[in-house]
C-alpha cells in the first residue's frame, strides 16, 4: 500500500564513514534485510576520518531517534536496537503496545563489565538494570560466548546468530607460501605473543610467521622483533585475501586473560576461510560459533603448544591435491554458512512478524 511506513526500525549508532566490525554488522544486515521487506534505519554517521562520533553526538543521539519515533503515524511492529550499550533506545517501544524489541549483542558491549574495576561495574549495573527494565525483548548474540556474557547480568540471550564475511576469492589450488599468517589486533586476548614465545619454537624453524593487524599491547608488539616474525602492517581487500589465501595455514591462538576479556565472535575465522585458508583456530569463546569445526577449519585446545605445533605440522605435511580438496569444501561450506543473506534470514525469524 502506498505510504505505508516500514514495519522494522532498526536503530544503530554504528554506521560509515566510521570503520568497525559494528559498523559493518549494522550496514550489511540492513540491506540484506531489505529482500525481506522495507526497513527504517536510524543511524548515527560517524566521522569523515573512520572514527566513531564523538561523546556530544551520542549524548544527542537518543533524542533524534525519540523525535523520529513519534513523528511515525504508527508504531513499529520491531525496533531493532543494534548493540546492548543503547539499550535504553529499547524503552521507546513500550510506547507502542504491539512494538517487539529487539536487540543485537556482539562482545565488547554484552562483556566489558568481566573487565572489573569502576567502569567494569558501571556498565555491569547498567547492563544489569536494562535487563529489569526490558525483560520481554528478544536479544540476538553473535555467539553462544556472548549469550553466557549476557547472562551475567540477567539477560537471555536467544537466538544466536553468528557473523557474516563479504571476503572471497579465487578457489585455491593447493600450493601456499609456507608461512603461517596472523591477522589481527595485537592484544594479549588474540594470543600472538604466546604463540611466539610457546609454539614457534616447536615448529621447523625454516618456518616463519607472517603478522599483519594493529599494535595495540606493548607486551605484544615485543613479538613482532623475534626473527622469524615478519610484521606485514594492516592488511585490507585483495592484499588481505591474497595473504589468506597464500598462507600455509592461518591461526587464531586466543588464549586466556587476567583481564577477563573475551572473543565475541572471531571474524577473521569465516573471513580466512572464505578466502581459501586453511585455518587453525583456539577452542574457546566466540571462535567456537565462528569455526565449522573439521569443515572450515579446526578447533585446538587454547594454551595447549604442543597440540599447536602438531596442528602445524599436520597442516605441513599435506599433499597439494588432500589440501586443494579440503579448501575447496572449506571455501564452500564457509560461504554458504557465514553469508549476510543467512544472517538477515536467521534475524528477520528472530522478529516473528506475519505477512
Known sequence: MAGTEPR???????????????????????EALRDFEAIEV???RG???????????LLAFPFAVLIRFLSRRTAPAVLHVGDMALWPVGLLGRLGSATRIVL???GTDAGYQRRGGLKGRIYGAYLKLGSRLLR???????????AEALAETGWSAAPVVPLATDLGGPMPDGTHNGRILFVGRLKKLKG?????REVLPLIDPETTLDVAGTAWDASERAALDDPRVHYLGQLGGDDL????????????????????????FGLVAPESASCGAYLLAADRDGLRDAVLNGRTGFLIESGNAKAWADAVERCRAMTPDDRAVFLKASVEAAREVYCWERVARDTYAAYGLRP
Request: with cysteine; charged share 10%.
Open 8 to 30: 522494522i526500525m532498526f536503530v544503530t549508532r554504528k554506521w560509515a564513514p566510521a570503520v568497525g566490525g559494528m559498523e559493518t554488522y549494522s550496514m550489511r544486515l540492513t
Open 241 to 264: 585475501v591474497t595473504a589468506y589465501r597464500e598462507a600455509m595455514c592461518v591461526i587464531a591462538p586466543n588464549i586466556s586473560t587476567a583481564s577477563g576479556e573475551y572473543e565475541g
Open 136 to 146: 520481554s525483548a528478544t536479544v540476538i548474540a553473535n555467539s553462544r560466548a556472548t
Open 192 to 196: 600472538l605473543g604466546w604463540f611466539v
Open 42 to 44: 536510524v543511524a548515527l
Open 104 to 106: 543485537s549483542a556482539h
Open 47 to 57: 566521522k569523515a576520518n573512520g572514527m566513531p562520533p564523538g561523546l556530544l553526538a
